[in-house]
C-alpha cells in the first residue's frame, strides 16, 4: 500500500494486516497515511495497536498520547493505552486506563475482563465480581444492540438509530433495545421520544433500575421535574438506605425547588459516603442556587480537597463569579491542568476555572491563553456548525413572512401569561428576569426548553432530508392546532409558577422561534435583552454552560451567531406588529435602571413596583451564571470586560463584521 492509495482504503488495508497479525504491515501502512493526515483518528489507533505487538512501547505512547489528543472521548484508546500499560508492568496505570474506557465506551468487553482481571488480583473481590457482571451483560447482548452501544459511544449517533430502529421493528418489546434508542433520541434532543420509550419499557420491566435512572435523565431534561422526583421517590421506595437512590433523591429534590429536602440527603449520602466529591459537587451547587454562597465555597473546597482533579468543583468556585483563587490554588489549578490523569471534563473544567484565576490578577494573556484551551477542549466534543445555524437562520427569513402573519394572524392561544426574554446568554437576560420576577404579578421561572421542544416536534423524523420542514409547517396548521400548541405551552410550564398572573421564559434561544410565537401565543409578550455584541460574545466565551450554547466554544462561530441575531431580530421586527417586540439594552439599563424598569414595566402592562429597582433583594432561587450577580445592587463592573483582550480578539471582529457597531440599529 503506497502513501497515495485511497485513504478508506488503506485504512481497510491496515484493519486487515492487523487481523492477519501482520503488525509490521499494519504499521507502515497506518504511519504512511499519518505522515499526510496527521490527526487521522483510526489510522493513530492503528498504529499504537501495531507498535504495541511489535514491542515498540515508547512508539505506541506517542501515538495513543496524540490519539487522545485528537479524540478525548474515544474509549478505545484508553482501553489500548490499559492493554500497553499493563505490557509494562503498571498495573495502576492499566487500572485507571481501563476504567477510563469503560466509562467513555460500556460496551468495551476486554476492557470490563481486564479490570475483571486486575480488581481480582488486587483483592479487589466486589469491584472484581461488578466489571465480571458488566461484561456479562454486554456480551449477553444481542449482535445488533451491542453494535449501537458501541457506535453511540463513538459518535455515530446516526448509524446507531438505524441498526436501533431496525432491531425494534422485530422486536418491538426489546427493554433494552427500547432504553438505547431513547438515549439515542435524547443526544439527538429528541426527549418526547425518549420520554415515551423509557415510560413504555418500565411498563414492560417495572424492576429494571437502569431504566428508571435512565427515565430521571430525560424528564429532568425536559424539566419535569415533579415527575422525575416521584421516579427518585419510587427507588427510594425500594432501598432508602442506598446511596445512589438517595443522591437522586437530592438532585430531584433540588430541581423541584424543595432545596432543604435535597440538602438534607446530600448529607445523608455524606454520611454513608465521606467525603465523596460528586455528591460534595452537587450539594455545593445547592447550595450556591439557594443563596448559601459561603456553604457552597465550603462544599465545592471539600470536594476539590479529596479529589484535586475534580473540574466541576473547581469550576463551581469560579463560576460563583465572587470568588477569588489564592495563589496556592492557582499552582494548583496549574498542575492539575498539565497532569496527565485528569479527564477530558474535568480539564475543561480547570482550564476555565484558571481562566477566572488569571483574570482576578490582571494577567489577561494568560488568562486569555487559559479559557482558549478549555474552549478548544470543549469544541472537540460539540457538533455546532456556523453553516448549518446560518442555514436554520435564512429559513426562518425566507419563510416567515409578513404574509404568513397576516394569513395565520389570530388564531393561537390567546393567553397573555407568558413574557419571554430572548437573545443570546450573558446578554442581560437574568436581570431582566430578576427585575420582572420582583414584580407580585410575575413569577420568575427558568429558561424553559417548551419551545424549543415544540419547534423539535414540528421539524418530525426527517429533519437530516428536510431541514425546512419547520418552518414551512408553520403555513399549512390550521387555527385550532395553532391553539392547541399555545394551550399546550401554558399547561406544560404550570408546574414551574407560584400562581402569579404572569411568569417569565428566559430561554435565550427562543428567539430563534419567534414567529412560531407569535403565531401560537399572540398576545404574549417578547423582550429582546440585547448587550454590546463584543462584551456579550466574550462573555459568552469565557462561561462553560452547563449544556447547550455549543456556539459559544469558538470565537468565530460566537461572532457570526451573534451576527445573526441581530439579522434575525431585525427581520421579526419588520414582519410583525409595530411594537410586537421590546429591545432592552444592557447598557441603558445599567445607565436609568428606574426608567428602563418603568418601560418594561408599561410593555408588558404591569403597574410600577418600587421592588422591581430592589431586585436584588427579592429572595428566589437563580440558576443561571449570574446568580450571585443579581443577587447586588446593579453596578457596571461588566462593562468593556473585553478591552484588555483586544489584541486577542481579531477573530470575533472579524465574525462581527458590521454589526460590530450597527448592533443597535
Known sequence: MTATAEPDQALREAQKALQAGDFASAARIAESLLADRPDSQDALYMAAVSARYQGRHDAALSHLAALKRVAPDYGRAYQEEGHLKRALGDMAGAVAAFERATRYNPSLVASWTALADLYQRAGQLDASANARAQGDRVRALPRELQAVTNHIHEGRVFRAEEIARAFLQRHPTHVEGMRLLADIGSRLGVQEDADFLLESAIDLDPENIQLRLDYIQV??????????????????????????????????????????TALDYFDRVLARLPGDAATLVSRGH?????????????????????????????????????????????????????????????????????????????????????????????????R???????????????????????????????????????????????????????????????????????????????????????????????????????????????????????????????????????????????????????????SGFKQLFAEGQEFTY????????????????????????????????????????????????????????????????????????????VRRPINKSGVEQWRPYEAHLGDLKDALGPTLTQYRN
Open 384 to 538: 455546532y456548525t456556523t453553516e448549518q445555524m446560518q442555514a436554520e437562520f435564512e429559513a426562518q427569513k425566507t419563510i416567515c413572512t409578513e404574509d404568513l402573519f397576516q394569513a395565520q394572524s389570530g388564531k393561537g392561544c390567546a393567553a397573555r401569561d407568558p413574557i419571554f426574554i430572548v437573545g443570546l446568554p450573558r446578554a442581560g437576560s437574568t436581570l431582566i428576569e430578576q427585575i420582572l420576577a420582583s414584580h407580585p404579578d410575575v413569577d420568575g421561572t427558568l429558561e424553559l426548553p417548551n419551545i424549543l421542544s415544540l419547534a423539535h416536534r414540528l421539524r418530525g423524523r426527517k429533519q437530516l432530508t428536510d431541514r425546512e420542514r419547520y418552518p414551512r409547517i408553520l403555513h399549512d396548521l390550521p387555527a385550532e392546532e395553532l391553539r392547541a400548541l399555545g394551550e399546550e405551552y401554558i399547561e406544560t410550564t404550570r408546574i414551574h409558577r407560584q400562581g402569579a398572573a404572569f411568569f417569565t421564559d428566559k430561554m435565550p434561544n427562543n428567539f430563534r422561534h419567534i414567529g412560531l410565537i407569535h403565531l401560537i401565543l399572540p398576545n404574549a409578550k417578547i423582550i429582546d435583552a440585547r448587550r454590546h455584541p463584543m462584551d456579550c460574545c466574550w
Open 554 to 629: 469558538s470565537l468565530e462561530d460566537i461572532g457570526h451567531y451573534y451576527r445573526g441575531y441581530v439579522d434575525l431580530m431585525a427581520h421579526w421586527e419588520k414582519v410583525l406588529p409595530e411594537g410586537r417586540i421590546l429591545r432592552v439594552q444592557h447598557e441603558d439599563v445599567l445607565d436609568d435602571l428606574e426608567g428602563q424598569v418603568r418601560r418594561l414595566l408599561d410593555y408588558c402592562g404591569l403597574p410600577f413596583d418600587p421592588a422591581c429597582v430592589d431586585f436584588h433583594k427579592t429572595d428566589r432561587a437563580v440558576r443561571t451564571a449570574s446568580s450571585e450577580q
Open 219 to 260: 424528564l429532568r431534561k425536559r424539566q419535569k421535574f415533579k415527575e422525575a422526583l416521584e421516579q427518585a421517590r419510587q427507588l427510594m421506595a425500594r432501598d432508602p438506605d442506598n446511596p445512589l437512590f438517595q443522591s437522586h433523591f437530592a438532585i430531584e429534590s433540588m430541581q423541584a425547588g424543595d432545596y432543604e
Open 286 to 382: 445547592a447550595l450556591k442556587t439557594y443563596g448559601r454562597t459561603e456553604d457552597a465555597i465550603d462544599s465545592y473546597r471539600a470536594a476539590r480537597d479529596v479529589a484535586p482533579g475534580q473540574g466541576d468543583a473547581w469550576y463551581g468556585l469560579a463560576n460563583l463569579k465572587t470568588y477569588t483563587f489564592s495563589d496556592e490554588e492557582l499552582a494548583q489549578l496549574e498542575t492539575q491542568f498539565g497532569s496527565p490523569d485528569v479527564d477530558h471534563m474535568s480539564r475543561i473544567h480547570i482550564a476555565f476555572a484558571l481562566g477566572k484565576a488569571q483574570e482576578d490578577r490582571g494577567n489577561h494573556d494568560a488568562a486569555f491563553a487559559a479559557y482558549e484551551k478549555g474552549n478548544a477542549l470543549k469544541h472537540q466534543t460539540v
